[in-house]
């Protein structure tokens, strides 16, 4: 296995529960259990990946709730998903099941009707235009925040602030800071945080909080060293909508991480490996 397959698939099983990323009883063979309910698949990966794309050999078995035609349909949008996210040298695994979750979300009949908040509630979630900080709060400038669209599944909404910090104090500055300016996000149900930074002589510096979403910092702080992301630090902050969302949420935190990566312009968003020379990255 290549360095870069196996930093992937424990990136994989990090950000999505261990078991999404499985090798087989065949060599370079591994099973990709996507999250939701979709069939999983069998992926081969060659010596030489990420040089060349994966293959895709089939579909391994039909998901828990799984229907007649669900497996073709499931394998048909996986293949399409990999070769439109494949740029020959960068892994995409990651990249693939996103964009597998968006063409599976896209073809569910029923699924904007399930989906979306009412806009009162999107709006409500947004940051306010101008905070004000109470009297005894920390006296700070406000954080150069770049902030997520919301993100929305059955009334949870999701949005994420990504900032560039150069110590530990400053992040943590920044998380008390947006804690003590913004009543929203004071009041949300989670506020999941992650941070990795890098300091004098090689010193580097990662820490993740979960704020009461269990292993979601981690899933967090693996998203960030995927995308070999440096003194930045980053937010997802989650209103609960009243229905569970089960493993599905996890996916939803980092998304909403990512689109707030995006458009700080630390990655692309055809892929993750296509990084720009910007304050963030090494």
Same mark, same amino acid.
């Given at each position: ?17 261990? %078991? ?34 994966? #293959? ?9 709730? %799984? ?11 996986? @293949?399409?998903? &990999? ?81 560039? #910090? ?11 800071? &947006?804690?003590?300016?913004? +009543? ?7 506020? @999941?945080?992650?941070?990795?930074? +890098? ?12 704020? %009461? ?6 899933? &967090? ?12 630090? #980053?937010? #997802?902050?989650?209103?609960? %909508? ?30 993750? +490996?296509?990084? +720009? ?6």
């Amino acid at each position: 296995m290549s360095e870069e397959l196996q930093d992937e698939v424990e990136a994989i099983n990090s950000i999505y529960g261990d %078991g999404c990323l499985m090798p087989s009883n065949d060599a370079n063979v591994y099973i990709l259990k996507p999250p939701g309910e979709s069939s999983s698949l069998r992926v081969e990966f060659p010596p030489t990946y990420p040089a060349v794309p994966p #293959v895709v050999l089939g579909t391994n078995s039909t998901g828990e709730h %799984g229907r007649r035609g669900d497996a073709a349909r499931d394998l048909s949008l996986f @293949i399409q998903a &990999l070769s439109s996210v494949y740029e020959p040298g960068a892994v995409c695994l990651f990249d693939a099941i996103e964009e597998l979750t968006r063409l599976l979300e896209s073809s569910a009949p029923d699924e904007p009707q399930d989906r979306g908040a009412t806009p009162e509630s999107v709006e409500e979630a947004l940051p306010t235009s101008k905070a004000t900080l109470d009297a005894n709060t920390i006296d700070t400038s406000e954080p150069p925040w770049v902030i997520s669209d919301p993100f929305v599944e059955l009334r949870s909404v999701f949005v994420a602030r990504c900032a560039p #910090v150069s110590s530990t104090e400053e992040a943590e500055t920044f998380v008390q800071h &947006l804690l003590s300016s913004d +009543k929203k996000v004071r009041t949300a149900t989670h506020n @999941i945080t992650a941070w990795r930074i +890098k300091g004098p002589n090689n010193t580097t510096f990662q820490d993740c909080d979960d704020d %009461g979403e269990t292993a979601a910092g981690g899933r &967090l702080l693996h998203l960030m060293q995927l995308m070999d992301l440096w003194n930045m630090m #980053v937010i #997802v902050t989650r209103w609960y %909508g009243g229905h569970k969302l089960g493993p599905r949420r996890f996916a939803l935190i980092n998304q909403t991480a990512r689109d707030a990566f995006v458009k700080a312009g630390l990655v692309s968003e055809s892929s993750n +490996k296509d990084k +720009k020379n910007k304050p963030g990255k090494s």
